[in-house]
């Protein structure tokens, strides 16, 4: 699990993902990876799974069901989603 305020990408939101950024990550990282993304926004995850891996970072302050993403977000969730489907 994760650490405090430890993120497994942590510029994901400024910077555009490459292949080669993703494909040394396992798994469990990778879904990490993309839900921190919507974390960092205050997304409130539905699922008890990710509601219990967030609450215990300091940054994470749920605040709404849907958030907005900057076009590099969105991006990269893509990437992930589709490394994700790769393997």
Do not use: C
Request: overall charge negative; cysteine-free; proline content about 2%.
């Amino acid at each position: 699990s994760a650490k405090d305020n430890y993120f497994i990408i942590p510029d994901s939101s400024t910077r555009y993902l490459t292949e080669d950024d993703l494909r040394g990550l396992s798994d469990e990282q990778l879904e990490i990876a993309r839900n921190e993304i919507y974390a960092r926004h205050g997304y409130i995850f539905v699922s008890d799974e990710w509601k219990d891996f967030f609450v215990n970072e300091d940054w994470y302050i749920p605040t709404s069901y849907s958030v907005k993403l900057n076009s590099i977000e969105e991006y990269n969730v893509a990437m992930i989603i589709k490394e994700e489907a790769r393997r």
